[in-house]
């Protein structure tokens, strides 16, 4: 335990979201570049006790690829919510340019998953508790273990699902955004977390990044 540390303000709390979100946006490319590379490398045998280190990583990085996507789009959320309560609606378009909120909702339910693997395994997560009689319910029926369906991946056309969504494009979009989300954090960051005015906000980014 630390004692005698500062509490930290509301608005402190709203800039520690800025940093944590902009460190998740960089981790997701990261994290999905590693992925890629996995999956372009042949892989050895469908079961665990035939697989070597190749189909060992794909297995991790998979996982480790749908937490990062889920950080980085709840991030992005609750700092977006953050904002509206201050009358700054400015990450709500770089949200939906992202992801819509139906496509949000589904990577939040195949995290759960991905996090309660074991649940769903039993029969008792919390979306087959919900969804007892809905054949299109997140269910592990067809699975040895849930999260070897999670990602589908289509060889041939490079095409790259979890559950119903092209990751691969919701990726792209997030590279695509990925500078102005930088900048837009690293300027909340400023204001709430330091207490800048927004013009010296915007004087604490690098020259080559102002307006």
Known sequence: MIENTPIKSGNQRIGELALRTAQWCNACLYQFLRFIDVCEKPTEGKLPWEQGEISSLLQAEKQFLITAVYQTICYLDELQRALQKKDDPSLEALLDAIASKEQREEIRQWRNINEHERDYIKGTGIAQKRHPK?????????????TDGMVYINGNTKEFYLGRIRID???FRLKENHSDILKRTKEIFGTYYYGL????ASAYLPQEERP
Do not use: I, W, Y
Request: aromatic content about 16%; proline content about 10%.
């Open 169 to 171: 494009h919701l990726l």
């Open 197 to 200: 005015t927004p013009q010296d």
């Open 134 to 146: 809905n054949p299109d319910a997140f269910l592990s029926d067809f699975f040895v273990g849930v």
